[in-house]
């Protein structure tokens, strides 16, 4: 069947969502424009779209690969994917790999820091709220998901993250933290939206200031050769 794009479902900060012509299936598509910051304009990065398409479609895949279950189904065009339509769930998981300047500032450990084991943390989805971080038990307690289901969450963070701890160091790359966002359909958990440059930070570990900087510094001129060079690395 020929999958036609309906009328805009949602538009959020760095994605637009459509339906289609089948009822299971959604599209995401990718604007060229990162996500505001407090206080700043937006600023649109000629083709950032395509290349989260890209790198988020062959990360998906790759996670397959190790029956990692996601929402992807295929590529449409180059700025748009084809995905399962899911109950989005309103809890999203972080994983970090190296002290950041969020734990810096929580716990006063030294920022760039490699952790001896990843850090795991869950956040209600919420920005009315500030995005609090809750424990499995919150989530289950507030209705948020089965404890089966937390269960489910916390093992596809931690395999997630090991699997792609090795998929970027394989091009010189270090994952410093990734966020993830999950959904559900017919009893199953689903990894969902997108695993991209949006939801990543990464050292370079070609730099000597590897752990000084994290790639993706917050400088617009420089964010288009930024996302295309890591996009070379990424996908090929």
């Given amino acids: 069947m020929e999958i036609r794009k309906g009328k805009l479902l949602h538009e959020g900060k760095t994605k637009k969502l459509y339906p289609t012509n089948d009822s299971e299936l959604l599209i995401i598509h990718f604007k060229d424009v990162l996500a505001p910051s407090p206080g700043k304009k937006k600023t649109t990065v000629k083709g950032k779209g395509a290349i ?31 995905v399962k339509r899911l109950e989005i769930m309103p809890v999203m998981g972080i994983v970090w790999n190296f002290a950041t300047k969020s734990l810096n500032k929580r716990f006063g450990v030294t920022k760039g820091l490699p952790l001896s084991c990843p850090i795991v943390e869950l956040f209600v989805k919420n920005e009315k709220l500030k995005n609090p ?22 093992r596809m963070i931690r395999k997630t993250n090991a699997v792609l701890k090795s998929f970027f160091e394989r091009r010189e790359l ?27 930070h990464l050292y370079d570990i070609q730099s000597e200031e590897a752990r000084n900087r994290v790639l993706l510094p917050d400088e617009a001129e420089n964010m288009a050769k930024i996302y295309e060079s890591l996009k070379d690395r990424i996908c090929a």
């Fill in 52 to 82: 989260n398409n890209a790198i988020s479609s062959l990360i998906f895949q790759f996670l397959e690969s190790y029956h990692i279950p996601t929402q992807f189904v295929k590529v449409l065009k180059t700025d748009e994917m084809l």
């Fill in 133 to 154: 971080m809750i424990t499995i038990d919150h989530a289950c307690a507030f209705g948020y998901g089965t404890l089966e289901e937390m269960q489910d969450i916390d």
């Fill in 174 to 200: 270090e994952l410093v933290d990734l966020k993830l966002e999950f959904g559900r359909a017919d009893g199953e958990i689903f990894l969902a939206d997108e695993i991209s440059l949006d939801t990543c």
